[in-house]
């Protein structure tokens, strides 16, 4: 497993922008898929976005498609998500998830969990 370290988060207003941080501590996210899943108060986790380590192909869910990019920086063992063109429907705990595979698939199913960081979008 890989130890993740998040940051990133606050409160933004409508419209707004936000980056959020996924670190791999101590270890590399070689033949991983690294993916941001979100959850809102009283609501299931949900797949936001998704991307495969080698190679860098990635997925997003339909609702942040065109607002959200996630991406990666090798030297930095590091995974991005920018938040751009935010909605108070994005309001919610954002958790980096890792877990060892070659296949990108909107799915919530990942081994290693970050602690999450709250995103808060003001109408």
């Known amino acids: 497993q890989v130890p993740l370290v998040e940051s990133g988060g606050g409160l933004v207003q409508a419209g707004g922008s936000l980056r959020l941080s996924c670190a791999a501590s101590?270890?590399?996210?070689?033949?991983?898929?690294v993916g941001w899943v979100r959850q809102a108060p009283g609501k299931e986790r949900e797949f936001v976005t998704a991307i495969i380590w080698n190679g860098g192909s990635t997925l997003y869910a339909d609702s942040v498609k065109g607002r959200f990019t996630i991406s990666r920086d090798i030297a930095k063992n590091t995974v991005y998500l920018q938040m751009n063109t935010l909605k108070p429907e994005d309001t919610a705990v954002y958790y980096c998830?890792?877990?060892?595979?070659?296949?990108?698939?909107?799915?919530?199913?990942?081994?290693?969990w970050g602690q999450g960081t709250q995103v808060t979008v003001s109408s």
């Open positions: 101590g270890r590399s996210f070689a033949y991983h898929v």
């Open positions: 998830a890792a877990r060892r595979g070659s296949m990108v698939v909107p799915s919530t199913v990942y081994d290693t």
